[in-house]
């Protein structure tokens, strides 16, 4: 299934984007003071949030308008992500940013291959 995915700088005017050729969904809970116990060695944990979303997207093949199509949209310091995918099945909002993002033009000059990470910035109503 391929991966949907909008986006919006006030969670309105929701711009659809091109699918990417693969994706990566990666949850992690987010914790506070959590520790191990000195007496019985059993984690002590608190949990501020769980799940919370990190997504790897690249595409293998895009032109020069499709890539600065892509990195103008999402190259601001947050922006609000609309999601949908198996993992959660159905739509998921949140707010975050994107990181390690990579460009590289493909030989021959054929285009360019893209990748990016999206990573929550701020809790969400799925959690």
């Known amino acids: 299934m391929s991966l949907i995915w909008y986006t919006s700088t006030n969670e309105s005017n ?3 984007m091109k699918s990417p050729t693969s994706y990566k969904i990666n949850f992690e809970d987010l914790d506070n003071d959590s520790y191990r116990s000195c007496t019985n060695g059993n984690l002590v944990r608190n949990v ?3 799940r919370w979303a990190k997504i790897s997207m690249s595409w293998s093949v895009l032109d020069e308008e499709d890539v600065s199509d892509i990195c103008e949209t999402v190259n601001v310091d947050e922006i609000y992500f609309r999601v949908k995918s198996p993992a959660w099945g159905g739509f998921i909002q949140f707010r975050g940013y994107v990181s390690k993002m990579e460009m590289e033009l493909l030989e021959g000059m054929v285009g360019y291959s893209l990748s990016f ?4 910035s701020e809790g969400a109503s799925f959690q």
């Open 117 to 120: 990470n999206i990573v929550q």
């Open 48 to 50: 501020i949030k769980r």
């Open 14 to 16: 929701w711009t659809l």
